[in-house]
């Protein structure tokens, strides 16, 4: 059974109902693994996102965390033998290349695992993204990149939608035409489990060019 979190990003811990849908959702607690959206720096990366499940409650016998200093079939190895895969918050761009150039997409695809995305992890996790300097990457011209495809839309996360609305609707507008896109600010998730869709805190749907807020679900 496919479960999958698109999550903001948290300034404390998981609120009360995430925390609960996690709880349920994760029952094999043997491994997490973490992939690194800063995959050179090594200090602290995913301390803040191991503490939002160390508040729910969700601990593991073993934590692993995969960036340039695990080899690449190490990495591999690790990811096939998951319980969680957890893509971290960082660089989003840097994240995707890392996870191309260590062939990590189509396994985490195969995956039984739960696997939960923050912020550019959240962006990764998705079929394509909007790479554009309006939404604080840093590039001159914008381009859409392929994710690791999870699920047929397309995520815009941990952004300060609400004061830039129109802005993200005109940029977000023709990739909008090709495929659905969720857009949230921090403190909020969508949660897909087998093909229901579940929505927390202030998600957006961005659909052929038009934008609509989403009623709560979880």
């Not at 918050?89 to 396994?107: R, V």
């Not at 990764?124 to 554009?132: D, E, I, R, V």
Request: glycine share 6%; hydrophobic share 40%; charged share 25%.
């Amino acid at each position: 059974m496919k479960t999958h979190y698109y999550l903001g990003w948290f300034e404390n811990f998981f609120p009360d109902n995430i925390g609960r849908a996690l709880q349920e959702d994760i029952t094999d607690r043997k491994s997490l693994v973490m992939i690194s959206a800063n995959p050179s720096f090594y200090e602290e990366d995913g301390a803040t996102e191991r503490s939002w499940l160390d508040q729910a409650g969700i601990m593991f016998d073993e934590y692993h965390l995969i960036n340039y200093r695990i080899q690449k079939e190490a990495a591999k190895t690790l990811i096939q033998n998951a319980s969680v895969i957890f893509l971290l918050g960082g660089q989003t761009l840097e994240q995707n290349s890392f996870l191309m150039e260590y062939e990590m997409s189509d396994l985490i695809k195969k995956s039984r695992a739960v696997v939960m995305g923050a912020s550019a992890g959240a962006i990764n996790m998705s079929a394509k993204w909007l790479c554009s300097k309006n939404f604080g990457d840093k590039v001159e011209k914008s381009s859409v990149y392929d994710g690791i495809g999870l699920d047929d839309f397309s995520v815009l996360s941990h952004y300060d939608l609400e004061n830039n609305i129109e802005l993200v609707q005109s940029e977000l507008s023709p990739l909008s035409e090709e495929m659905n896109i969720y857009a949230s600010n921090k403190d909020c998730a969508v949660r897909i489990k087998e093909d229901k869709i579940d929505i927390f805190g202030n998600v957006y749907l961005i659909s052929r060019s038009k934008i609509q807020k989403l009623v709560e679900t979880l």
